[in-house]
């Protein structure tokens, strides 16, 4: 594994990555809320791209927590 040379970076950006994740899903479901049949064609990929982006989410937080030791 690689050695992480800047830390506080690192972690920085990886939180800056899964707000950006859930900040477009949000806008994603409030575009749909506003206007659903311009999104009735692609609703095969918003699927997709919500589970991507939760899943992106999702390790990020459970990676962050894995090295947490439990008292």
């Not at 049949?37 to 962050?64: H, T």
């Amino acid at each position: 594994m690689t050695e992480i040379l800047n830390k506080t970076a690192y972690q920085k950006n990886r939180r800056y990555m899964a707000w950006c994740a859930l900040g477009m899903m949000l806008i994603t479901t409030f575009a749909i809320i506003v206007s659903p049949e311009r999104f009735v064609k692609v609703d095969s990929i918003i699927m997709m791209m919500y589970g991507s982006l939760s899943a992106l989410v999702g390790s990020y937080f459970g990676f962050a927590n894995k090295n947490v030791s439990k008292n």
